[in-house]
């Protein structure tokens, strides 16, 4: 659970009836912490002081229980109204005003009760449900008659917390450099995998196509194969590449084993998603025996799901891929509850499409041999991705190495 | 000693009604009936002790199904011809207040209400000493209601925290005798409300546990006159020592109801020290 705070007030003669002390005491001894944001001190005795104190808790649940101790000496939330709720008058439409959501742990206060926004995702309108719960959707998923979150009263959003205590990315923080150690880095992203499987959470991995052409496919199927991977995002070129490689040898007509250039190497992926569409789909491509290994085998084999969404750039494409991108966004979005580690392999769009949606709390690492990429996650509100600056293939053999052994 | 400014003039209730019919303090027990005939001897008695000590009285009606009416003293606070009325914390006694209320507006007080949703129990959760008014919170009252008051009143508000269940309200842990001294009850209060009032009374009579659940500091201080409900002897011998007249008008059976001597009045001869600079 993520750190969480809000601000409090006290008023009243809080300097001479020790209640200021008292209260910041209370805070401390709860194993919370505070800052104060503002202290106004009568200047006479008549005069009542007035504090505001921003209180950080553990979790949500300490927070709550610290705020009830807090009330009986007199410290309130500063939030004492309802989130105000307008409702759509058209399909696929917001109402102006409507409040835009971050990936961080949300609530809203409404009918004097915080709710939790269930799956909280950025640039999103908040949806009360008629059971009460809260959604957080994107505009085209609104429905009229739909009652929409508008302004920022009764909000309460978390703030972001990094794990704490000691571990390998503490130095790191959200800084993004080559000059790390990148063994200690690859063992503990491998522990942290374990970690969510051990507690029942989902492995994506969002792969870009230099995953194939660094030779790291059977890596990725590797690991695939011994279910470490759940749930892959990519886009047609990832998935042509991998199935080209293991019909042809080639990763955009380069041999894969040599290095060097095939002879009409360029049309080689063209025939495969050629053939793919001749059978339909991946799936089918499988059972009638046409791929007999890579990582979208090893998908199909094991029933991972996969979301590929097609680009305006895509040969074919693949009759798997999306062609409609706000589908494939949904279609990514159904997948993602259950999400506690995403591996962003060489891959800039679909990563940063998939961070677009994720919440922070999923721990997010980026691996690219341009740091810009990660740079350019954290710059989009990713700020829970970790980046890891290396060659992915590199970085997937470790990996198959700590998991698969 | 000169004894207190104001306490000469009190309201009262005559305990025609009392009663122990719910419990919400730990003193009360509803198997533990009022004996209704010795609890109205013993008030009279309170009243002509009040009338001895010099004190004016006056009785407001009693109400059939208010019980705790008696205990004038969580009717509100009373600052000159102003009157906040108390907004209680248990159902059982919020009826009291529209009665409260009715009797100082035809007594020409004017009334000011804190906000709903804030509770306070009147002069059972406050006492004016020196130039301030304290008051404490936790079991009955609010802490949020201390700054509504100041505002109200003028008056500056020093919080104390009640922290004994048994002391739940201020005025059984606490009887102001003048402007220096007081009886006091450190056993009720929290480790900041002891400093703050170590802090206020410059020659406090603290007393001990015992003495301190004994109800002794619910007592009604007439000029140098200390009415006690019961009096330990080394608190007695104290006041005595301070020039003060000790008269004990024993009120067991309001005890059943967890109220004293204190509780069954309330002053109405207070004014509260617009204070300005200390």
């Not at chain 1, 991998?242 to 002879?263: C, K, R, Y």
């Not at chain 1, 060489?346 to 690492?365: D, K, M, Q, R, Y």
Request: with cysteine.
């Amino acid at each position: 659970m993520p750190e969480a705070s809000e601000i409090v007030e006290v008023e009243g003669h809080i300097i001479d009836s020790l209640i200021l002390p008292k209260v910041l005491d209370v805070i401390l001894s709860s194993g919370a912490d505070y800052r104060l944001l503002d202290v106004e001190i009568g200047k006479t005795n008549v005069d009542a002081s007035r504090a505001r104190i921003e209180v950080t808790a553990a979790d949500a649940d300490a927070l709550a229980s610290l705020l009830d101790e807090l009330q009986i000496h007199g410290a309130n939330r500063m939030v004492r109204s309802d989130a105000e709720l307008a409702a759509c008058d058209r399909d696929g439409v917001l109402p102006a005003g409507f409040y835009s959501s971050t990936n961080l742990p949300t609530s809203v206060r409404i009918g004097g009760r915080w709710v939790e926004v269930e799956f909280p995702e950025m640039d999103c309108a908040l949806v009360l449900r008629e059971d009460g719960r809260l959604r957080a959707l994107p505009m085209h998923r609104v429905r009229i008659g739909d009652r929409v979150v508008v302004g920022t009263e009764g909000i309460r959003v978390a703030a972001p917390s990094r794990p704490r205590g000691h571990n390998p990315f503490e130095f790191m923080a959200s800084e993004v450099s080559s000059e790390k150690p990148k063994g200690l880095l690859v063992a503990a992203v491998a522990d942290r995998i374990r970690t969510a499987k051990a507690s029942g959470h989902k492995i994506l991995a969002v792969c870009g196509p230099a995953v194939i052409h660094t030779g790291a496919g059977p890596h990725l199927a590797d690991l695939v194969r011994n279910g470490w991977i759940d749930l892959l995002f990519a886009g047609n070129g990832f998935a042509a590449h991998d199935l080209e490689s293991n019909v042809m040898g080639t990763s955009l007509g380069v041999s894969i084993t040599e290095g060097s250039p095939a002879e009409g190497g360029h049309a080689n992926h063209l025939r495969v998603i050629n053939e793919i569409r001749r059978y339909g789909s991946i799936a089918a491509a499988v059972d009638a025996g046409y791929i007999d290994g890579g990582v979208m085998f090893e998908c199909v084999k094991r029933g991972v799901s996969f979301v590929l969404g097609g680009s305006v750039r895509d040969d074919g494409p693949l009759p798997d891929v999306y062609r409609d991108v706000v589908e494939a966004a949904d279609a990514m979005r159904y997948l993602l509850p259950g999400v506690g580690v995403a591996l962003m392999l060489a891959s800039t769009l679909h990563a940063i499409a998939t961070g677009n949606l994720l919440p922070a709390w999923v721990e997010t690492f980026c691996v690219d041999i341009n740091q810009a990429v990660v740079t350019k996650l954290a710059d989009r509100g990713s700020h829970q991705a970790l980046g890891v600056v290396t060659d992915v293939g590199l970085f997937l053999s470790g990996l198959v190495d700590h998991l698969v052994g | 000693m000169t004894g207190l400014a104001w306490g000469r003039r009190y309201l009262t209730c005559p305990p025609t009604y009392f009663d122990v019919v719910y419990e919400i303090n730990p003193w009360m027990h509803r198997e533990v009936k009022a004996d209704r005939d010795r609890a109205l001897r013993q008030w009279e008695a309170l009243m002509a002790t009040l009338d001895e000590a010099g004190a004016t009285v006056e009785a407001m009606a009693p109400a059939e199904g208010w019980p705790d009416l008696v205990f004038t003293a969580n009717a509100g606070i009373v600052n000159g011809d102003q009157f906040v009325p108390a907004r209680f914390r248990h159902p059982e006694r919020q009826g009291e207040t529209a009665l409260d209320i009715a009797w100082f507006r035809s007594h020409g007080f004017g009334i000011d209400e804190l906000p709903v949703g804030v509770c306070h129990e009147g002069a059972g959760d406050a006492l004016p000493f020196g130039d301030v008014l304290i008051s404490a919170y936790r079991f009955r009252s609010d802490a949020t209601a201390h700054a509504y008051l100041s505002r109200l009143t003028g008056a500056a508000v020093r919080s104390i925290e009640l922290v004994d269940e048994r002391l739940y309200h201020f005025d059984l842990t606490f009887c102001p005798l003048d402007e220096r001294r007081a009886i006091v009850a450190p056993l009720g209060w929290d480790g900041y409300g002891c400093r703050v009032m170590e802090a206020l009374v410059p020659e406090p009579l603290v007393l001990e546990d015992d003495e301190a659940l004994s109800f002794c500091a619910n007592s009604v201080v007439v000029g140098t006159t200390v009415i006690m409900p019961v009096c330990p002897p080394r608190v007695g011998r104290q006041l005595e020592a301070w020039g003060l007249d000790v008269t004990v008008c024993p009120v067991d059976e309001f005890l059943k109801a967890g109220g004293g001597c204190r509780c069954l009045t309330l002053a109405l001869d207070v004014t509260l020290a617009p204070t300005v600079g200390s």
